[in-house]
């Protein structure tokens, strides 16, 4: 169980374990649970950062903020925090007015609209312009435990992965799920600009995403 501590002056008001956050319910109403516990032993990781990394903790209510060292893990669906690097991990509960800002992409909870129906979860935000939006959601790959079946095999433990799941959104449309390759992005463009974007670009990474879509908003 993660240990209680308070966030300095920013969330003073918050005040939570790990075992408390499914009892949380956010701002908008709507109610948001942990998933599963990470198991105790495992192989792999539970986590979409390979370590914990610098950010920012972002109330958009109060516009204040708190550094700390964050990471996601997808098994719980959880925003793990450190003030310090060496602290125990803590949590916070799952309000959609608070943003984890890590580098290139920032934590939001919500409730979206895909075309995959309505999905309530953390999102990792990578573009939000007014004509195109970039998002991912990390989502867990659990191998369950093997217990042995003979004497000459051992028990194998749960073996745990995060998968990114991409969703763009464009001219307020819904979010649709797409590939990072460069067939699936065509489709969402039918201009003449784009095409020809797209003949003198190589679309591989997130941040080639990031750059199209910027492209998009000044161009098009």
Do not use: C, W
């Amino acid at each position: 169980m993660k240990n209680y501590f308070t966030l300095l002056v920013l969330f003073l008001s918050f005040l939570v374990s790990n075992a408390q956050i499914s009892e949380n319910v956010s701002m908008t109403g709507m109610q948001i649970y942990t998933k599963d516990k990470t198991p105790k032993e495992y192989t792999g990781s539970p986590y979409a950062e390979k370590d914990f990394k610098r950010g920012i903790i972002y109330d958009m209510n109060k516009d204040k903020s708190q550094p700390a060292f964050l990471r996601y893990n997808a098994v719980e669906d959880v925003v793990e925090i450190r003030l310090k690097k060496n602290d125990e991990s803590s949590v916070l509960p799952k309000f959609t007015h608070i943003l984890y800002k890590m580098g290139d992409y920032t934590y939001f909870i919500d409730n979206l609209k895909t075309d995959n129906g309505y999905i309530e979860a953390y999102f990792a935000r990578f573009y939000d312009g007014e004509k195109a939006k970039f998002i991912a959601r990390p989502v867990a790959d659990i191998t369950e435990a093997q217990v042995a079946k003979t004497g000459y095999e051992k028990d194998k433990p749960a073996d745990l992965g995060v998968d990114m799941v991409y969703y763009i959104s464009i001219d307020g449309g819904e979010f649709k799920e797409v590939r990072l390759k460069e067939r699936d992005l065509e489709d969402f463009f039918s201009s003449k600009k784009m095409e020809d974007y797209f003949d003198k670009n190589k679309i591989k990474t997130e941040g080639d995403v990031v750059k199209l879509l910027e492209y998009y908003e000044k161009n098009i």
